[in-house]
């Protein structure tokens, strides 16, 4: 029988590769959404766009959910790492960019179906009735683009909590932690902005401000895949702890 159990670092190993490969799988799924569903949804007569295209939607779907499924596994796995250093931050982080991203991802899903629906009463409908049916079609997507401005801050808050911790710990080069620190700033400010409706959803004020936070992201998988955790990170939360008992 064998009895050989894998060592802390080989499994470390392991978690860096997929945290990779979870951030990759999670971005491409999320611009492929709205491959789908933008060309859709940004059209004055969405309702009928959305009526003839229903697969579409349903695709985009499909890949929203892919995109909170795989990025909400990204803090689960992370979480036995990361609460060696500070478990309250840890745990923050599965709160933030777990359950409550996760949640917002299913509802965008379950908006956009929504609108499948709409669509059919929408173009069966009699004059005086399509517009009440326009009217639930504006509504879903404008609260659609209020979700988006607070997954933002949502997003970052984790986000913050996650780069903290590794900038601290040097799990990943500090260059690259504190990139990921940086870029919230402006992260942060695009969904402030979108909450007070001072910056419209996909504009291109928008995409510079999410710009360095996406690219950080992408640089950091890549990171993870190739490179790993650092063999010998510093454990600063157990270092505190030493202290104080000594």
Partial sequence: ?????????????????????????GTVAGILSLVFTGPILEEPDYLIQVSTNPNQIVIGALFVLTMGLALAMVP????PILK???????VGYVVFRGALEAVTDL?????WLSLLLISQGYVKAIAAEAFYFQSLGDLVLQAHDQMGHVLTIVFILGALMFYYVLYRSKLVPRWLSG?????A????ISGVLGL?????QMSTIQMVLVLPMAVQEMVLAVWLIVKGFNSSPVSFGLA???VSQA
Avoid: H
């Fill in 1 to 25: 029988m064998n009895t050989t159990k894998e060592s802390p670092r080989g499994t470390s190993r392991k978690t860096a590769t997929m945290v990779g490969v979870l951030y990759i799988i």
């Fill in 76 to 79: 689960v796995m992370m979480f």
């Fill in 84 to 90: 060696r250093y500070n478990e309250a931050l840890a």
């Fill in 107 to 111: 509802a965008f899903a379950i908006g």
């Fill in 179 to 183: 990139w990921g620190l940086l870029a």
């Fill in 185 to 188: 700033i402006p992260y942060f």
């Fill in 196 to 200: 007070f409706t001072l910056l419209d």
């Fill in 240 to 242: 505190q702890a030493s």
